[in-house]
């Protein structure tokens, strides 16, 4: 059974920093795609980065690009976010997802985690 475990969310001040991880385990995940997407109160849920786990070819959404990076770890099956210079409006749940094949920017990912909340205070 698939399972994606998110770590490392929080509270920080605007410019500050965080790194989220997101575990996964129950299969190979070498022909997938790994997404990170967050979801802000009342709004709808919206990619934020990707990788290719076979390539590790990155994509980024405009608003993140410059700041986020993602980057994996294949030994530990882990997946990371690292967020930079992060702004108020960066608040939302961040969850990471899977599914086979290329990153794609649209909510169709087979498997998701549970989700970490970032909250960015001014």
């Known amino acids: 059974q698939v399972q994606l475990v998110e770590s490392g969310g929080g509270l920080v001040q605007a410019g500050g920093s965080l790194r989220l991880s997101c575990a996964a385990s129950g299969r190979s995940f070498s022909w997938d795609a790994m997404g990170w997407f967050r979801q802000a109160p009342g709004k709808e849920r919206e990619f934020v980065a990707g990788?290719?786990?076979?390539?590790?070819?990155?994509f980024y959404a405009d608003s993140v690009k410059g700041r986020f990076t993602i980057s994996r770890d294949s030994a530990k099956s882990t997946v990371y976010l690292q967020m930079n210079s992060l702004k108020v409006e960066d608040t939302a749940v961040y969850y990471c997802?899977?599914?086979?094949?290329?990153?794609?920017?649209?909510?169709?990912?087979?498997?998701w985690g549970q989700g970490t909340q970032v909250t960015v205070s001014s």
């Open positions: 990788i290719n786990w076979a390539g590790g070819s990155t």
């Open positions: 997802a899977t599914r086979r094949g290329t990153v794609v920017t649209h909510t169709r990912y087979d498997y």
